[in-house]
């Protein structure tokens, strides 16, 4: 028992000690050119155009006549979710996709909210900027920027906006009020793909700073999830004056002692602050970490190296499309969710909702540049860029008080504001 505290304390002030020792550094800004050709020499049109999505009696009809053409394969007897997504479910999706899925009433629904471009760095930026539709007397509210990830889109955030604009009419504590502007990840969506090699997270950390300060913001609060997690992450690497409050709902820890404390979590957790469900969700490692990942990571590798021969198949299929993407859906809701024939993906989402978010892949045909992101970002190898081995600290002046919105907590960390959510988004 003693020998145990013993290592575990000299562990402890080793880590302290590394981790101490790092200085405050950010990731230098630069500029950069993603459009075609070079860039020209005059200054870029800053202005901001509205914007409406669109369809076609076209458009449909071809999506249609591509779904009629589907060549059914059967599935494995019992294999459920285990081999992919289960081809006796799809066909139900694509069923209800053909015959009862109303694209025209979606497109309505996205056009809810306001749309905007704006030309930044040579790529026409998409993006949807909701203000409040009232603010108490003297009050102005707290722009929030909300960055998505792969395969979903700004839609995502589509059931939350209302909670943090209007939160009064929503049962909740009008204290925070926030103007929400919801970008496309360039490549994604409505969002200009880029036409050079190398436009990864940080470019598109500087886009989003660059268009927040366009929009008439100089400080502002990010949130974000998957790669947006990592984009916003970088936002607060680049200017971290400018960002008063982050949160993640997918955080990345990149580090050698992260992977150490893991190893030695099962005997030393209560030491090293391990929960008694940390312990539950992650050990045994091998079972639980290691063939996890082996098991669901397959398209990661693919979307790092080859990125662009698979997408070329799905670019070309709407039911190869919805079942690569519609998969994830249900194994990142949960993992268990493989034993079901059905995947559980109706036990968490409308099929109106799921199919909507493969809809603006399929319509802006963007899954090709979309997955190229990830070859940007991890293809390079583990470890090797710079804001991998940053620490991020900001500063931040707004005091909180106990009076905020049922399913929201604040933490402070170091010189930074921690926003974290038990709200609905899309993906729960």
């Given at each position: ?305 080859k990125p662009d021969t698979v997408g070329s ?7 190869g499309l919805a079942a690569y993407i519609l ?102």
């Amino acid at each position: 028992m003693w020998l145990e505290i013993l290592l575990t304390s000299v562990l402890g002030f080793a880590i302290y000690w590394f981790i101490s020792r790092d200085k405050e550094e950010t990731l230098p800004l630069e500029d950069g050119w993603w459009g075609p050709d070079t860039r020209p020499t005059g200054r870029e049109d800053e202005s901001i155009h509205p914007f409406k999505v669109e369809t076609s009696d076209e458009e449909i009809h071809d999506l249609h006549q591509r779904i009629d053409k589907f060549r059914f394969t059967p599935p494995l007897e019992d294999s459920c979710f285990h081999y992919g997504f289960n081809s006796n479910y799809l066909k139900k999706v694509i069923s209800y996709w053909r015959n009862e899925f109303d694209w025209k009433k979606q497109v309505e629904i996205l056009n809810r909210y306001p749309h905007f471009k704006t030309k930044i760095e040579g790529l026409d930026i998409h993006f949807i900027h909701v203000k409040p539709p009232q603010l108490p007397a003297g009050r102005t509210p707290k722009p929030l920027l909300m960055v998505h990830g792969w395969p979903g889109s700004f839609y995502e955030f589509y059931k939350i906006i209302p909670l943090l604009t209007d939160p009064k009419n929503h049962g909740l504590s009008d204290e925070h009020v926030f103007e929400v502007i919801c970008p496309s990840i360039p490549g994604y969506g409505f969002s200009e793909a880029s036409s050079k090699k190398g436009f990864n997270s940080v470019a598109t950390a500087r886009i989003f700073y660059k268009l927040m300060l366009r929009l008439g913001f100089q400080e502002f609060y990010i949130q974000g999830g998957d790669w947006g997690a990592l984009i916003c992450t970088n936002m607060a690497q680049l200017v971290p004056s400018h960002v008063k409050g982050l949160h993640l709902n997918m955080a990345l820890v990149l580090s050698n002692f992260s992977t150490l404390t893991l190893l030695l979590g099962r005997r030393f957790g209560r030491f090293l602050g391990y929960t008694e469900r940390d312990v539950e969700l992650l050990y045994p490692v091998k079972e639980k970490v290691f063939y996890s990942l082996m098991r669901e990571s397959g398209y990661m590798h693919i979307q790092c190296t080859k990125p662009d021969t698979v997408g070329s198949a799905l670019n070309d299929s709407p039911v190869g499309l919805a079942a690569y993407i519609l998969e994830k859906f249900s194994t990142w809701t949960n993992t268990e969710f493989r034993y079901l024939e059905d995947g559980g993906l109706e036990r968490k989402f409308s099929l109106d909702d799921l199919l909507t978010n493969v809809m603006l892949y399929w319509t802006t045909a963007t899954i090709v540049s979309s997955q190229r992101f990830y070859k940007e970002n991890l293809g390079q190898g583990w470890m090797t860029q710079k804001h991998e081995r940053m620490k991020v600290a900001m500063d931040f002046s707004w005091k909180v008080t106990k009076a905020i919105p049922r399913g929201w907590s604040w933490t402070w960390h170091s010189s930074s504001v921690i926003l974290s959510s038990s709200l609905p988004f899309i993906r729960v």
